[in-house]
């Protein structure tokens, strides 16, 4: 059956849209990137370390804030969880015994969102630590996989195609890629890292095979995608004034 390529686009189910990535955007933030998906753009601004940590906050280790701009209104139930995830997710990437007692804060402005916007916006704020030179253990590049009700995995869904899903993962994946799914495992978070993945998070009712042919198709994905972002970071200079907005 063609079912399981009948994408409105014309992708098929394992295909991405085109990626783009441009940093050094911002000309008062430490750090800045945009980056897009097709029609999906997220623009990134760092701004620190700046001395001093958060209340609550360790102040041994450097502290990660996240602030999510919607692009219209005010912020929602959705963007305060998005929040927690990508704060969990860039601390688990940043060196925080590097510049204790300080606060960098990451500030994420979403531009237009036609799907996979969480994994957008944690790709341009990835981008925008390197511009920023915050010290990181490794990169990241994050990845919607889609379960359809039909039972197929599709990669990047656009916002249409995300409101036809019956569940999707949400997969952040190291630079350097490990096997990523141990034989006779059916853990579905936990222990993440030592699988090669750094953030794992559902919605909707899927079956651990179906979790698993998420995190195989995945893996795939991002290795593509790691390739992009070393090309992208490597061919901007942090200091290039032609990219300052």
């Given amino acids: 059956?063609?079912?399981?390529?009948?994408?409105?686009?014309?992708?098929?189910?394992?295909?991405?849209?085109p990626?783009?990535?441009s940093r050094n955007i911002l000309n008062r933030a430490h750090g800045s990137a945009s980056?897009?998906?097709?029609?999906?753009?997220?623009?990134a601004a760092v701004y620190g370390p700046k001395a001093g940590t958060k209340k609550n906050e360790n102040p041994e280790k450097a502290c990660i804030e996240v602030v999510w701009k919607p692009k219209t209104g005010q912020i929602g139930k959705p963007e305060k969880e998005y929040e927690v995830i990508l704060k969990r997710t860039l601390k688990s990437i940043c060196l925080l015994n590097i510049n204790p007692n300080t606060t960098t804060s990451i500030i994420i402005q979403v531009v237009s969102d036609d799907g996979?916007?969480?994994?957008?916006?944690?790709?341009a704020a990835c981008a925008a630590l390197v511009d920023a030179a915050i010290p990181l253990k490794h990169l990241a590049v994050a990845i919607c996989c889609c379960l359809t009700e039909s039972g197929y995995v599709i990669l990047d869904p656009t916002k249409v195609e995300?409101?036809?899903m019956k569940a999707f993962?949400?997969?952040?994946?190291p630079n350097s890629a490990i096997s990523i799914i141990p034989e006779g495992s059916s853990h579905m978070e936990g222990e993440l890292m030592e699988h090669g993945i750094i953030t794992s998070v559902t919605h909707g009712v899927m079956s651990v095979d179906d979790y698993l042919h998420c995190l195989e198709r995945g893996q795939a994905a991002s290795t593509k995608m790691s390739a992009f972002l070393r090309r992208s970071l490597q061919s901007q200079a942090p200091n290039d004034s032609s990219r300052a907005g």
């Fill in 35 to 43: 980056w897009s998906q097709g029609d999906t753009k997220v623009l």
């Fill in 1 to 17: 059956m063609s079912m399981e390529i009948g994408r409105d686009d014309g992708r098929t189910a394992n295909q991405l849209r």
């Fill in 162 to 164: 995300e409101q036809k």
């Fill in 169 to 173: 993962a949400y997969l952040v994946f």
């Fill in 116 to 123: 996979a916007l969480l994994p957008c916006a944690i790709n």
């Fill in 19 to 21: 990626l783009a990535c």
